[in-house]
Nanobody
Framework: QVQLVESGGGSVQAGGSLRLSCAAS????????MGWFRQAPGKEREGVAA????????YYADSVKGRFTISQDNAKNTLYLQMNSLEPEDTAMYYC???????????????WGQGTQFTVSS
């Protein structure tokens, strides 16, 4: 059974940085797509960043390009999202997602983590 456990949420002031982590387990595939989504109150869930674990291809939403970096540690089965130059608009619940092959960037029908709340104060 696939399990995704996020950590690293919390509060930070605008302009600050934070890193989210997602520990993955239960996958039988060696290559798959992983990503981060976010959902702010009253808004739809949106894909923020994604990566193909087999080749390193990445996806970033326009709103986070140049500020967020997605990365993976295959040895630890962990996905990261480094977030810099944070803005109040980045406040949301952040979800880790993983999709086995064939998969898309960002994942279209993924398994979901439980989410971690993240708030940026001005």
């Amino acid at each position: 059974q696939v399990q995704l456990v996020e950590s690293g949420g919390g509060s930070v002031q605008a302009g600050g940085s934070l890193r989210l982590s997602c520990a993955a387990s239960g996958y039988t595939y060696s290559r798959y797509c992983m990503g981060w989504f976010r959902q702010a109150p009253g808004k739809e869930r949106e894909g923020v960043a994604a990566i193909y674990t087999g080749g390193g291809s990445t996806y970033y939403a326009d709103s986070v390009k140049g500020r967020f970096t997605i990365s993976q540690d295959n040895a630890k089965n962990t996905l990261y999202l480094q977030m810099n130059s944070l803005e109040p608009e980045d406040t949301a619940m952040y979800y880790c997602a993983a999709e086995g092959p064939p998969c898309a960037l960002p994942p279209a029908t993924p398994h979901w983590g439980q989410g971690t709340q993240f708030t940026v104060s001005s």
